[in-house]
């Protein structure tokens, strides 16, 4: 995909993620959305509401925040630049989509009498806890090298659809929520990557793999190593 045609398809996604928390707060909705939890309500038992509620915990916010700061910046001592960037905007922007549209939709959560857990917030859409899950899963794909590519992406997807079904099977989040929360989380990956794939952006990540100073560049030819350029 090109850098273009990812930043047209994240703008997309976020008219769909806007449109479908319009649309969770219709009556028709949440009617349907309170009767589906309703129906999820009956599954619970000790020991999967013990993994559910572990599932939540591992997708909190500080979680979320403390990832978006320390994953950065150990790829970055381990000299994988170009990868803390994509990581920290990723996780970062994820968020910041989310808490936005949080704000802006002002969706209430499920009644009360449906939780088994306190919400972090009085807001419902998108389900912060699911945008950061999926968030997670995407940093671990793009990390993830060769054979280890596919495990990565078991594991991701295990830990984002546990996530977003524990949101619902907690009673603290509708369907709408954690599907908003995908929207959100591949949104911000799509502009991520397409605004890095970008000339200005590629010369700069480009300097900050090299230590800025690898390479000296002639505006019109190739790159000359820095060692050669002294010699002359």
């Known amino acids: ?12 996604l976020l008219a769909v993620l806007f449109v479908l928390g319009l649309a969770a707060r219709t009556a ?22 013990t993994l ?12 979320g925040v403390a990832a978006a700061l320390l994953l950065p910046s150990l790829l970055w001592l381990l000299r994988r630049r170009h990868d803390a ?6 996780l970062g922007g994820a ?5 936005a549209v949080k704000i802006a939709v002002s969706e209430k959560r499920p009644p009360q009498r449906l939780w088994v857990i306190a919400p972090d917030s009085a807001q419902s859409f998108p389900s912060g806890h699911t945008t950061i899950a999926v968030a997670f899963a995407v940093c671990l794909i793009l990390l993830a090298k060769g054979a280890l590519r596919l495990p990565a992406a078991v ?33 911000a990956a799509l502009l991520v990557s397409g605004l890095m794939q ?19 560049v002639r ?8 060692r050669a350029v002294v010699r002359r």
């Open 95 to 99: 968020m910041a989509i989310g808490y």
């Open 28 to 49: 028709t909705m949440t009617s349907a959305d309170i009767s589906l939890n309703e129906h999820v309500a009956t599954w619970r038992a000790p020991a999967l509401t």
């Open 155 to 187: 594991v991701g997807v295990v830990f984002a659809a546990s996530v977003a079904f524990a949101r619902v099977y907690l009673g603290v989040h509708y369907l709408p929520d954690v599907l908003g929360g995908l929207l959100a989380a591949t949104s």
């Open 198 to 216: 970008l000339p200005p952006a590629r010369r700069q990540l480009d300097k900050l793999g090299s230590g800025g100073s690898a390479h000296a």
């Open 85 to 90: 960037v994509r990581v920290l905007f990723t």
């Open 1 to 12: 995909m090109t850098s273009r045609s990812r930043i047209v398809g994240a703008l997309i």
């Open 52 to 63: 559910a509620k572990a599932a939540t915990f591992a997708a909190q916010a500080a979680v």
């Open 219 to 226: 505006p019109d030819g190739p790159q000359v190593s820095a």
